[in-house]
């Protein structure tokens, strides 16, 4: 099992370039969710799916756009990149939405935009 | 609303001494409280976790107890190697499983 893959890897925009942030899982989740991490502030929830079909913002999603595109994917779009998105993109899955499961993380995406 | 405070660093020990990572929480109801470590670069990985009060979560060494009375949720580990050098997130997670994380707290072993 690879668990949660994220790519690319490491990207750098320009200012008002838009690109898409690429998740799958192969645990048979139900539930995922995009993070931000940036220094000093911990990880920040942007974007989550409950479920194939559903998707909800969560703490920061002003600038994102995100598709459940079956069970296994889940994207991040930026449409219109800015500075301020500068940061380590975190994506993650679990089994369901009860609180007391775990969720797993991908390895990250580090953007620059510029 | 959710939050958590924990221990400001960096943090760093030589091996073997003793480690505590201090975390606090404030939530409405029964949060599940979970430590999770991030390698460098890599991302991050469940270390332990407790979904009650009184609840001892301990994985490699490490523990931490659920102390609903404090609103506590201490990372302990009590020899530390130089592998164990990585950042640490204290985080809660209430109702819809949507984790709410500290700062990070990172670690650095010196032989």
């Known amino acids: 099992n690879a668990g949660v893959t994220q790519t690319p890897k490491f990207q750098v925009l320009k200012t008002g370039q838009s690109m898409t942030l690429q998740c799958a899982q192969d645990?048979?989740?139900?539930?995922m969710y995009w993070y931000r991490q940036d220094p000093g502030m911990g990880l920040r929830l942007i974007y989550y799916?409950?479920?194939?079909?559903?998707?909800d913002k969560g703490e920061v999603p002003n600038g994102y756009n995100v598709s459940r595109l079956n069970k296994r994917e889940f994207s991040l779009r930026l449409e219109s990149a800015a500075p301020s998105q500068t940061s380590v993109y975190f994506c993650?899955?679990?089994?369901?939405?009860?609180?007391?499961?775990?969720?797993?993380f991908g390895p990250g995406t580090r953007l620059t935009v510029l | 609303g959710n939050s958590v405070t924990q221990m400001e660093g960096p943090v760093t020990l030589s091996e073997e001494a003793f480690l505590t990572i201090n975390c606090t929480y404030t939530?409405?109801?029964?949060?599940?409280l979970f430590w999770y470590v991030q390698y460098p670069g890599e991302g991050l990985q469940l270390l332990l976790k407790?979904?009650?009060?009184?609840d001892k979560g301990s994985n490699k060494g490490f523990e931490a107890t659920y102390r609903k009375e404090t609103t506590s949720f201490h990372l302990e580990k009590g020899s530390v190697q130089v592998s164990d050098s990585a950042v640490y997130f204290c985080?809660?997670?209430?109702?819809?499983?949507?984790?709410?994380f500290g700062t990070g707290t990172r670690l650095t072993v010196i032989p």
């Open positions: 407790a979904t009650k009060a009184d």
């Open positions: 985080a809660l997670s209430h109702g819809a499983n949507n984790l709410f």
């Open positions: 993650a899955s679990s089994g369901n939405r009860d609180s007391t499961d775990t969720q797993y």
């Open positions: 939530a409405t109801g029964y949060p599940s």
């Open positions: 799916s409950a479920s194939e079909g559903t998707t």
């Open positions: 645990m048979n989740h139900n539930s």
